[in-house]
């Protein structure tokens, strides 16, 4: 079945595979699926009046919320939940228009990591912070930089965390077997992943990592103190010319001139491509890119690759999914809107259903006691690496967003982008940045 063939089966049925930034993959439909839908359907057949709550969502979060369906009707027979899936990109773009216009607002909508930070800018979204809602009383139940990465200006609560992704460096450990390299040295500083890296090429030809630029985002996401966002502080001031970032581009660059990234971008052709055919020997991403990795992107390398903490123990997230209401949608289905919501982030059975079947790391505190956690990854050659994710979780700490981060990090790319394919000087490529995002800073 090719993807849109059973689009319109009660709940807008979307059988696409996907994650952040990643192109979908096409699934027969399944028998659990079809029978989601059809509860709805058999019941608004019998002539009951029903509600409609529509959800916008992207993958996989689609495919996490209709799993939970069932569950739902048992709850509520007499609401429908309606998912409207896009693509990544094509989802935030709408729901981007939608909250700017107000028009074809869904009642609650999907949001990756990045974008609650932007939008939460604005004052599009429900405030969940105030009654009815009162999310203050779920605080404590939930991974901490996860809900501090919801709060906006005046201390709003702009959505509810459902998963998170604590980062980890993930490595090929046939390549350094090979390479007569430990994991040891992978880990222990910065200096090292890089020396280590030299060796990995020299002995066996495969790059270090995909991109250096992934290097840099996470050096810059290292060592923030206490009321500091990644480009700017909480008073708009701009952090970019510093020793910060400055570190980040010189460990960028000594890479580079080391030939050790491949030049590939993440979630192209030739970036699978290099996971597949053992060119590739690191990642610096989510925890949820094993799933990725072992259904899709290279399933047939099972066995051959270790997870390990990043660099220098390093702690931090990439990516996450939170839920929240438009503050425009309608008032007569907010209510329920919020039930929803709420079943899908602080019931912990469908948290450990998210988890065990979609890789997406709870933000539920109370799952983190699970036996799952302790139970070896197959594709990581039966590591218990949940463990180890579930520290760094615990770890990272959430900081203040901006309204012109996505901005400043085009910005930054550019200016390392100068500095490795130009000769530009870090010093000059910082201060030029910072320049430009002063400019930007208060707009």
């Not at 700017?232 to 460990?251: H, I």
């Not at 491949?262 to 055919?277: C, I, Q």
């Not at 992107?297 to 390093?314: I, K, M, S």
């Amino acid at each position: 079945m090719r993807e849109g063939d059973a689009r319109d089966v009660r709940f807008h049925c979307r059988e696409s595979r996907g994650g952040i930034k990643l192109k979908a993959r096409t699934l027969g439909i399944t028998r659990r699926a079809l029978l989601a839908c059809a509860v709805p359907t058999a019941a608004a057949a019998r002539g009951a009046p029903r509600t409609v709550i529509t959800l916008a969502a992207f993958p996989l979060v689609d495919e996490i919320a209709r799993a939970a369906l069932p569950a739902w009707q048992r709850l509520h027979p007499e609401i429908d939940i309606k998912i409207v899936s896009r693509q990544y990109a094509d989802h935030h773009t709408a729901m981007t228009t939608a909250l700017s216009t107000s028009v074809l607002l869904p009642d609650i909508m999907a949001l990756e990591a990045s974008f609650v930070g932007r939008f939460a800018q604005g004052g599009g979204l429900e405030d969940l912070s105030r009654a009815p809602y009162s999310i203050g009383q779920y605080r404590s139940r939930l991974v901490p930089y996860a809900y501090d990465q919801a709060i906006g200006r005046a201390d709003a609560v702009v959505a509810m965390p459902t998963d998170i992704g604590p980062g980890a460096m993930l490595y090929r450990s046939d390549i350094l077997e090979r390479a007569g390299v430990s994991e040891h040295e992978l880990t222990d500083s910065w200096e090292s992943y890089v020396a280590a890296g030299s060796r990995i090429k020299s002995n066996t030809g495969a790059y270090l990592i995909a991109h250096v630029q992934g290097i840099k985002d996470i050096l810059i996401r290292t060592g923030l103190k206490p009321g500091e966002g990644l480009y700017f502080d909480r008073e708009s001031r701009v952090l970019v010319n510093s020793e910060r970032f400055a570190r980040a581009f010189e460990v960028a660059r000594q890479a580079r001139r080391l030939k050790l990234d491949a030049r590939v971008t993440a979630w192209s052709n030739e970036w699978a491509e290099g996971f597949k055919r053992g060119t590739l020997t690191t990642e610096l991403s989510g925890a949820w890119l094993v799933g990725q990795l072992s259904n899709w992107v290279a399933p047939q390398t099972r066995g051959l690759w270790r997870a390990a903490q990043l660099p220098e123990g390093a702690n931090a997230a990439y990516g996450g999914a939170f839920y929240a209401m438009p503050r425009r949608a309608a008032t007569e289905r907010k209510a329920m809107a919020w039930e929803f919501i709420k079943l899908m982030t602080l019931d912990r059975e469908r948290q450990l259903s998210a988890f065990k079947n979609f890789d997406a790391f709870p933000a539920l505190l109370e799952t983190h006691d699970d036996s799952f956690f302790e139970e070896p990854v197959a594709f990581l050659g039966a590591q218990k690496a949940r463990a180890l994710w579930r520290t760094a979780a615990r770890r990272i700490t959430a900081a203040p967003v901006h309204k012109q981060n996505t901005f400043a990090d085009e910005v930054v790319g550019t200016e390392l982008d100068n500095v490795l394919d130009r000769g530009k000087s870090i010093r000059s490529a910082l201060a030029d940045a910072q320049r430009l995002l002063e400019r930007r800073a208060f707009r």
